[in-house]
């Protein structure tokens, strides 16, 4: 129950707790960002529980229904940018191709130089989930994740893998890279999930 005076409802309801909006777009990950010659031995691989192992050249994926999705960014440092519209395809149309199993609860998104981090499948699958090329209709710098990255809107960003290349579905959730370290298994920007003591 809440007694205090009624909120104000407004563009600041778009902004959770202790976020400050900024229009800059930091860069903010652990370890290198790669730069690609070109993307022939590239691929994008859906593996783990799934009825069907599919890997994915760079124009295959590109030769998918691709759909739009915008977000607010919230990263769990404490910035957010509102406002981002992603193109790319949706994780529902991966999940087509592969099928995941019934037992698949989690996914490990995998980047390169090993990073990882992990979500419920049912996050993964959202509507509003989607593997993006293009952020405000240009391509992916490369410290943005070019060639592609996993947008998840509702979640802080680290879940929203940069430089992807692996979607493995499991059946126990595994920490990934910053979730070892002690960020929120789960991450909702709107409770303030931010360790994994909150
Ligand atoms: N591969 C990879 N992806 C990553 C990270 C990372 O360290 N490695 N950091 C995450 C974090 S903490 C945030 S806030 C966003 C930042 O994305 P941006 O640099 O495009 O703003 O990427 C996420 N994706
Ligand atoms: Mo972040």
Redesign the pocket.
């Known amino acids: 129950m809440y007694f205090g005076k009624p909120r104000k409802k407004g563009p600041t309801d778009r902004v959770p707790p202790n976020q400050n909006v900024t229009t800059s777009?930091?860069?903010?990950?652990?370890?290198n960002v790669p730069y690609y010659k070109n993307l022939d031995e590239w691929t994008l691989k859906i593996y783990g529980l799934v009825e069907k192992e599919v890997t994915l050249l760079y124009k295959e994926l590109m030769s998918l229904p691709q759909t739009t999705s915008g977000n607010d960014i919230h990263?769990?440092t404490g910035w957010s940018k509102l406002d981002n519209v992603w193109e790319g395809v949706p994780t529902q149309q991966l999940a087509k191709m592969a099928q995941p199993m019934e037992c698949a609860k989690y996914v490990i998104l995998h980047?390169?130089e090993n990073?990882t981090t992990n979500l419920p499948v049912a996050d993964f699958l959202k509507e509003t989930s989607l593997l993006a090329h293009t952020h405000n209709g240009e391509q992916l710098s490369p410290?943005?994740?070019y060639p592609l990255r996993a947008v998840i809107p509702h979640l802080y960003?680290?879940k929203?893998?940069?430089?992807i290349r692996g979607i493995e579905f499991t059946s126990e959730n595994q920490p990934g890279f910053?979730e070892e370290n002690g960020y929120h298994m789960y991450g909702d920007p709107w409770k303030e999930q931010r360790m994994t003591w909150d």
């Open positions: 777009f930091p860069v903010l990950h652990y370890g990263c769990v980047a390169e990073w410290e943005h994740g960003f680290w929203s893998a940069k430089w910053w």
